[in-house]
């Protein structure tokens, strides 16, 4: 493996005016992040280290019941502990917040329980106190009284709508395909998303072989290490946040909605992320550490212990239903496509992920006629979220374990079958849209390639089995979404940039580094990129979807390109002729005749795109680009057991061009790495609503005994024609396969079928104890 | 509330004291009374290695570690590695290898990985597994931490043999 190259410190910028003196290509270098020594030596700046001076910290009391009305909350044992300042629950929050609920597509999640309860974990109240201890003593002696109320904890009996979570939706009126549910009584769904492509019944009903599966996948949550942490500091007609979000913009405009003030009196701050991967976009703790500061009149913390984090956030459980036909010659010609996500108590981003990853719930195949059905969930459990994939990597597991059963049923090569099946370049999705530069068959050949797959395979004789699986997949990216960013060129002609894209270990702030270096042609390490700040940093949707480098990588070239131009006419304005070696310092000392001035460079970014047909779906341009990635597995399993060893995980993935491939590399390795946990022993457990297992010693993640003794993570050669220098999305393509290739290479060693996460020894042995015809017994 | 009472222990080699209550970890005292933020709470059960404190030269969990237990101690922290503002072996290899993506759980690494090399100065695969199996990293960067390992191994052989 080359270690990537320790550049020496760059001499200061010389950029010529015209015919510039060449630096070398920024965009490619494998450069080491820019923080990277503040990250070694313990010194970089998180929200976890903060404090300010005065400041508060607040303990939550949560809610111990799934669902029901509160009676009572009675504080006056936590009051009278010596150092608590004050007890604060919803009723006080709408004193300063009149109508405290918030979330990106309802709003429906109040910052403090008001009269009912939703979900176990809910916020109920919290102790403030100088000391997190006393705070901490204190919330144990708050005793709440409830009526409780029956709740549903399933997806598909909440699909039934017996037991209502809530009693009306309240759509946020941000987007059009959620306004017809405003007001809407008796349902827990909260979005119904259609596609409809031909007519799957004639199809099914004229098909040669006609399959249908049903598959499910657990509850797992994020778990970054940093836990869910703000600050917030309301000085009467201003309010600081610092916060660890994913989503600096989002906040600022949520938060001034609640407040009813203009964006321009809320401010929001993020420094480094102690990890995200989309449990940290939204509101999190920022609206309710804004109610605690105003209430309080002092700067308030709230850190949560891990414990906490449980019943934050969380990915979406699934359940998909999906029915296909298939042909004489293995084509398939029909698929019907049912998801259920179970978002959970509070919609967060739940329609959104039904809608924007339902639309590839039939995966990257050439299917005549498709009809897909997804439905966002409420039920009484904590809220689900974006993690990582927005949802398709639960579709995958579906889908592409559904892709094996058939083939095996009609004794076709599943590779083969894939084969016969994928859209290739140029040819459609099931919405319409163009698959462009999308390398399916790239992907696939590449690791069928790399797995030897036409070779034979040893699969073992004794007790212990071997297996081999592939798995294939796409994703669009959220769209149509916004970055702007600023590219700031000093006197001396040294360059700031401006971006508000959260950098949480991913590298963003390398890579738009690197955009701005190429453009301007200085080195990447000499741009300073300023920590994410609503009053300095534009506007950004969010760091999300895999959409940063595309969408925001956009505006920052076009900002760097803006300041590069108006570098050139201020040299014309100055008379230099062409070729003269003049540098931006001299432009700056030659026109005011100091060092002094600026030259600003803004960019803004926001993709084509047509909104899908109501109903059918169908739209001509669903994404600016595809995501797109393959695994091959090897797998050892213990039939005496049911332990099941990943010998070998090959990840593939069409990245486009890398802007910096060592950081795109570890991206695809990190991705995979954490899909493996979900796939292989990652479950909450859950008892009347209550998380049994939620604590790091119960809830196991990924560590280094975990990693295959192969790991192989690759990309195939790509161009994103439409991205910034060839490059796109690349932070969660790895995730989408790994669950169905072991899944499938499980199948290959011991002709087991599983169709539910995570593929625990517990239950590869039911299934083989199972096929054997003497059942374990239910524990 | 409960009695304070005075600890004096050695940071990173200077002599400090601290007042503190019984039911204080050595991380709570590191950070809050000596702004020494590279070891952060995290798990809060010992088990993530993000809070890894190093006291009389044993890697600790400084998150369930009792601050009075360090009277008397030698404690250092990730911030006695580049004390003259060199780094250590281990960190230039943490930067060389990209071994870290969010960087949280990276000073506990950094300073388990000294201690291997301590121990091992020429581990091999399963070694290194075993050795740093106490430390999570959520971004799954274990792959380049294994090769950092390896190149802060032959770094430390070298300046050794120079």
Known sequence: MPSATMNPTPSPPALAAEGRVATGPQVGRSLPRLEAREKVTGRA????????????????????????????????AAKAV?????????????????????????????????????????????????????????????????????????????????????????????????????????????????????????????????????????????????????????????????????????????????????????????????GGYGGKLYIKLEALVTALSMIAKRPVKVSLPMEEVFYTITRHPMTFRIKSGVDEHGRITARRCEVFWNGGAYADIGPRVAQ?????????????????????????????????????????????????????????????????????????????TPLEDAAVEKVLEHVAARMNWSKPFDRGTGA??????????????????????????????????????????????????????????????????????TDVTPYDMGTLGSRSLFHMGHAVKRAAEEARDKIASLARELGLPKG????????????????????????????????????????????????????????????????????????????????????????????????LGFTMFEKMHFDGGQVTNASLADYKIPGFHDLPAAFENETVEAYQSNGPFGGKGVGEVATFCVSPAIGNAIDDAVGVRLTELPLNPEAVLRALRAKENRPLEDA | MTALRTISFTLNGKQVSAQIAPHHSLLEVVRNDFSLYGARESCGQGLCGCCTLIVDGRAVSGCLYLAAFADGAAVETIESLDRDNVLDPVQEAFIEEGAFQCGFCTPGFVLMVKQLLDEHPDPDDDRIRDYLSGNLCRCGAYPEILRAVKSAARKRRASKAA
């Open chain 1, 45 to 76: 700046e998180y929200t976890h280290n903060l404090r300010l001076p005065g400041m508060l910290y607040g303990k939550v009391v949560r809610s111990t019941i799934a669902h029901g009305r509160i009676r009572s909350i009675d504080a006056s």
């Open chain 1, 464 to 533: 212990v089995r071997r297996g081999r699986g592939l798995a294939i997949a796409i994703k669009a990216v959220i769209s149509p979404t916004t970055s702007v960013a600023i590219v700031n060129v000093n006197a001396d002609g040294s360059t700031t940039l401006y971006c508000g894209t959260v950098d949480m270990g991913q590298g963003s702030d390398t890579a738009m580094a690197q955009i701005v270096g190429e453009i301007l042609n200085i080195p990447a390490e000499s741009v300073n990129v300023v920590p994410r700040d």
């Open chain 1, 82 to 274: 010596p150092g608590v300042y004050q007890v604060v629950a919803g009723e006080d929050v709408i004193k300063v917040i009149p109508h405290p609920y918030y979330g990106p597509a309802f709003h429906d999640q109040p910052i403090l329980a008001i009269g009912k309860v939703h979900y176990v974990g809910e916020p109920i109240a919290v102790v403030l106190a100088e000391d997190p201890h006393v705070a901490e003593t204190a919330a144990t002696l708050v005793v709440a009284e409830y009526e409780e109320l029956p709740a549903v904890y399933d997806e598909l009996e909440a699909a039934q709508n017996r037991v209502l979570v809530h009693d009306e939706l309240k759509p946020a009126g941000t987007f059009a395909d959620l306004k017809h549910l405003k007001g809407v009584r008796g349902t827990n769904i909260a979005l119904d998303y259609q596609l409809r492509k031909g007519d799957v019944e004639k199809a099914f009903a004229e098909a040669a072989h006609v399959f249908e599966h049903e598959f499910r996948t657990q509850k797992v949550l994020h778990l970054a290490f940093e836990p869910f942490v703000s600050i917030a500091d309301y000085k009467g007609d201003r309010l600081t946040l610092y916060t660890a979000s994913q989503g600096p913009s989002f906040v600022r405009i949520e938060i001034a909605r609640l407040l009813g003030w203009p964006e321009n009196r809320v401010r929001v701050k993020v420094p480094f992320l102690g």
């Open chain 1, 356 to 432: 924007k990853s339902g639309f590839t719930a039939s995966g990257p195949y050439d299917i005549e006629n498709v009809s897909i059905d997804s439905y966002a969930l409420y039920t009484n459990q904590p809220p689900a979220g974006a993690l990582r994939g927005f949802g398709v990597p639960q579709l995958v597991w579906a889908y592409e374990s559904h892709t094996d059963m058939m083939a095996r049923a009609l004794r076709i090569d599943p590779l083969e079958f894939r084969r016969r099946n994928i859209t290739r370049e140029g040819g459609r999705h099931a919405t319409g």
């Open chain 1, 580 to 675: 003269s070696n003049y540098s931006v310092a001299d432009l700056f000392q030659k026109k005011y005749g100091m060092q002094a001035g600026n030259i600003v460079g803004a960019g803004v970014y926001k993709p084509d795109y047509v909104p899908p047909q109501p109903g059918t779906g169908l739209t001509p341009n669903v994404t600016p680009f595809w995501m797109v990635s393959g695994v091959g597995a090897e797998v050892e399993v213990d039939t005496e057991t049911g332990h099941v060893r990943v010998t070998r995980l090959l990840n593939v993935c069409d990245i486009g061009r890398p802007i910096n491939p060592k950081i795109c590399e570890s991206q695809i390795s990190g991705a995979a790495t954490m899909q």
